[in-house]
């Protein structure tokens, strides 16, 4: 925080006393200019500013400007940066209690997610950030992950038996792949293309517009829509930074977040469409796999594994959430 707020916020400059500068803020998000999520920022940036009069100003720096994922999450945490837009996944290694959101074939489609993530458990969620040092303030889309290959289709299970499958460095993604029955094959995401065309992967996993910004619809022109996964997003702020603001300020930040979420998805949602069509327009082979129940049975066994009795009870709760 640039700035200290002066007398908690929101009162009458006297007659004749100069207005008191902006409290400028930093808000830290690894994608490029442009992506939806950034756009979301933006838009949660200008509300703060307009609600606030001008006293709010937030600062949005995309492209891993002031650092990758992991070293702004710390940041944030120890009030080096005000606010940052990042995954759960990474976020679940300072708060693993995440991991019940993002677990495989939890939702059942989009429509399920919001109404999980926007209603009561997702509330409780965004409150548990507030004991790792972190205040979570909403949520944006990232859609939902499947699988691409280079070789063949995706239609099954079976097919993807001893296939390398590009993931990341999490535990989590790591059991997805192996109880699929492929291996699991941990790489930086800049290395993908380059591990696609020389066969030294078979395959990876990503989402629509990854997959079509990335060029890896070049070197693997199989896309098999399976959707194992959906991650949400998280709009969070250091506890240190808002501890300094008033609690009419702090509910101000919070409500300008979440009312820039609409924004966020519907642009989430044009940019998914966009990428699509590209990758449909350059040939490339698209299965949509219409029966997931085969792949939700073989990785069930995660919800065990990686999740302790608090997280399963949670799975359960999202599960029943119609």
């Not at 756009?39 to 891993?64: C, T, W």
């Not at 693997?220 to 991650?231: K, L």
Request: glycine share 8%.
């Amino acid at each position: 925080m640039a700035l200290a707020l002066a007398g908690g916020g929101g009162e009458d400059i006297s007659a004749g006393a100069a207005a008191p500068p902006p409290v400028v803020l930093r808000l830290a998000d690894n994608q490029p200019e442009g992506y939806p999520t950034v756009l979301g920022d933006r838009e949660f940036a200008r509300l703060a500013e307009e609600r606030s009069g001008g006293r709010l100003r937030i600062q949005v720096y995309p492209h891993e400007q002031l650092g990758d994922e992991k070293s702004v999450i710390e940041q944030v945490q120890f009030g080096g940066i005000d606010f940052t837009r990042v995954s759960i996944s990474p976020l679940a290694s300072f708060n693993p209690l995440l991991n019940a959101l993002q677990m495989p074939y939890l939702y059942t489609d989009a429509q399920h997610m919001w109404k999980v993530l926007n209603g009561e458990i997702g509330e409780y969620f965004l409150d548990s950030m507030e004991r790792k040092g972190f205040i979570g303030l909403g949520y944006y889309d990232s859609g939902a992950r499947s699988f691409y290959t280079s070789k063949k289709p995706i239609r099954s299970a079976a097919d993807l038996r001893g296939m390398k499958i590009r993931v990341q460095e999490s535990p989590l993604m790591m059991g997805l792949v192996s109880a699929l029955g492929a291996v699991p094959t941990p790489m930086a995401y800049g290395d993908v293309y380059r591990a696609l065309q020389t066969n030294a992967i078979d395959g990876a996993e990503n989402n629509w517009p990854s997959y079509e910004s990335s060029r890896h619809y070049e070197v693997a022109g199989y896309f098999s829509i399976n959707e194992h996964t959906r991650v949400p997003e998280m709009l969070i702020a250091s506890k240190i930074s808002m501890d300094k603001f008033s609690a009419r300020d702090q509910f101000l930040i919070k409500q300008a977040a979440k009312d820039s979420q609409p924004l966020q998805i519907q642009a989430w949602a044009d940019y998914e469409k966009q990428s699509e069509t590209k990758v449909r327009e350059a040939g490339c082979v698209i299965t949509q796999i219409r029966n997931k129940t085969e792949f939700a049975q073989a990785v069930h066994s995660l919800y065990a594994s990686h999740l302790d009795a608090e997280g399963r009870l949670w799975t359960e709760k999202i599960a029943a959430v119609k």
